[in-house]
């Protein structure tokens, strides 16, 4: 569903009213309908078809090699907050037959990025669409994110970065997979 912009604007409008703005001072006046619209953008991953995404992505490779594609951007929104976390995400996967090309590894993250996400699951949903698209033989997901709700409120901690990882198939059993994955992601176990 594509979000109504027309109905969005009033809500932002009586928002700015209730945090003790004038929504009808010079600046703000067409602020309900530019946080309408960057809403809409941030949350197109809703709206994203996996088939599409996939589609013509995957190419015929015989390679036991693990494959790593490292410091993909993330930018996603907090679900308890709605405010942004963002950082970087590193992939590693052994293909079954099948790669899948780089670019569209990045749209497949922003596919699950661009919503009101957990980093947890953000991490999670990345690794099994992975195995399951890609049919690998085992995945590595890494994601590591500053959250805007941790650093402007609360406790208000700065440089405080959430790292999360998810590991299926051979990642998961096999330990040297799993140590050569963190290995070439910069990360040790
Ligand atoms: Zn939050």
Redesign the pocket.
Known sequence: MVPDIARIEPLVRQLLIELGEDPEREGLVKTPERVAKALAFLTHGYRTDLKEVINQALFTQDTGSMVIVKDIEVYSM??????P?FGRCHVGYIPDGKVFGVSKLARLVDMYARRLQLQERLTEQISAVIMSEIGARGVGVMIEAK????MMRGVEKQNSVMVTSSVLGVFRDNLATREEFLTLVGRHA
């Open positions: 907090c679900e308890h907050h709605m405010l976390f959250h805007l709700c941790m």
